[in-house]
C-alpha cells in the first residue's frame, strides 16, 4: 500500500497542538498507575515506594525492549530491588502483566466484534477465532483470581512447588486482586486515548467510538505476536494500517500516530530506564553472580 505523506495538511496540526499536549501529559501518567500497580502487586516488600515502582518499571521498559512479549521485563524490574525480594517481585510482575492481558484481551473481543459488525472484517470474523480468545480471557480470569488455589494442586511438581510457599507467603485478598485489575484497566484507557488523540491530531476524522474500537482490536492483534518490542513499531503499524483501512483513514495517518506513539512511550521511558542502571550491577542485583 502507498503511503502518501502529501495528505498531511501541516497547518491544521498546529492548530491542534493541545491535542498533542494532552498526549504528552498522559506519558508520565500511564507509567505511574503500571508503578502503582506494581507496587500493589508487590505490597509485601517493604522498601518499594512509589518512587523505587517507577523507576523499576522504566528500567523493565529498558529491557523489555530487546525480548518477545516483553519478558525482559520480568527481569529488568528486579536490578533495583534487594535481591532477597527477587521472588515477590517476579510475583508481582506476573500479577500485573496477567492483569493488563486480561483487559486488553476482553476489550479487544468487544470491539473486535463491533468492528465485524460495522465494517468489511475478512481475517477476524471467524467464529473459533472469538471462540478462542473468549477462552483464552476464561483461562486468565481463572488463573489470575484462583492461582494459588491451582498451585496447591499441582504442588507435588517440583518446581512448581519451589514458588509456591511465595505464592502462599504473598496472596492477596480479592479487594486487592480486583485493585490491580482496575489499575490495568484504567492505564489501558489512558494509552488507548494517546492513539485516538494522534490520530485525530495528524488530521483523522473518524467517529469516536469507532476510533476507540479500532485501536482496542489493534492490541488485541498485537497480543498474540511474539516479537521483540524494538520491532514492534513495524507489527503495530502494518496491523494499524490494515485495521484503520476498513474505515477509510490514510494510511499516513496512521503511521504517524502509531509511530509516535511507539516512541513517547516505550523508546524514551527505556532510555530513562537506561540512566537508572547505569551504575547498577544487574547480574548481582537479579541475584546470577557466582560467589567464590
Keep these: 500500500m502507498k503511503i502518501n505523506f502529501d495528505d498531511i495538511d501541516i497547518s491544521s496540526i498546529i492548530e491542534k497542538w493541545w491535542l498533542a499536549l494532552i498526549v504528552i501529559l498522559l506519558i508520565p501518567i500511564n507509567w505511574l498507575i503500571e ?161 485516538v488523540l494522534l490520530i485525530y491530531f495528524f488530521g483523522g476524522s473518524l467517529d469516536i467510538v469507532g476510533a476507540f474500537c479500532a485501536v482496542s482490536t489493534i492490541y488485541l492483534i498485537q497480543t498474540g505476536l511474539p516479537v521483540p518490542s524494538f520491532f514492534d513499531l513495524f507489527t503495530r503499524s502494518e496491523i494499524s494500517i490494515f485495521v484503520f483501512s476498513l474505515m477509510d483513514l490514510e494510511p499516513a495517518i496512521v503511521l504517524l500516530s502509531s509511530s509516535t506513539l511507539w516512541v513517547i512511550n516505550l523508546i524514551i521511558p527505556s532510555f530513562l530506564g537506561l540512566l537508572y542502571l547505569r551504575d547498577m550491577d544487574i547480574i548481582d542485583n537479579i541475584g546470577l553472580k557466582r560467589t567464590t
Design 35 to 195: 508503578a502503582a500497580k506494581w507496587k500493589t502487586a508487590c505490597r509485601r516488600i517493604p522498601h518499594l515506594n512509589i518512587r523505587l515502582a517507577w523507576k523499576s518499571v522504566l528500567a523493565a521498559i529498558s529491557f523489555g525492549m530487546l525480548s518477545p512479549y516483553r519478558i525482559g521485563e520480568f527481569i529488568g524490574r528486579l536490578t533495583l530491588i534487594d535481591k532477597k525480594w527477587n521472588k515477590q517481585a517476579l510475583y508481582g510482575t506476573f500479577l500485573c502483566t496477567l492483569s493488563q492481558n486480561i483487559v486488553t484481551i476482553s476489550l479487544g473481543i468487544i470491539s473486535s466484534i463491533w468492528m465485524m459488525n460495522n465494517y468489511r472484517m475478512i481475517e477476524m470474523t471467524s467464529e473459533r477465532t472469538y471462540l478462542y480468545n473468549i477462552l483464552l480471557v476464561g483461562f486468565f480470569v481463572t488463573l489470575f483470581f484462583f492461582h494459588k488455589s491451582i498451585l496447591k494442586k499441582l504442588n507435588t511438581i517440583p518446581i512448581i512447588k519451589k514458588y509456591a510457599s511465595v505464592v502462599d507467603d504473598n496472596s492477596h485478598t480479592y479487594k486487592t486482586m480486583v485493585s490491580i485489575l482496575t489499575l490495568g484497566l484504567v492505564r489501558y484507557a489512558v494509552y488507548t486515548s494517546q492513539f
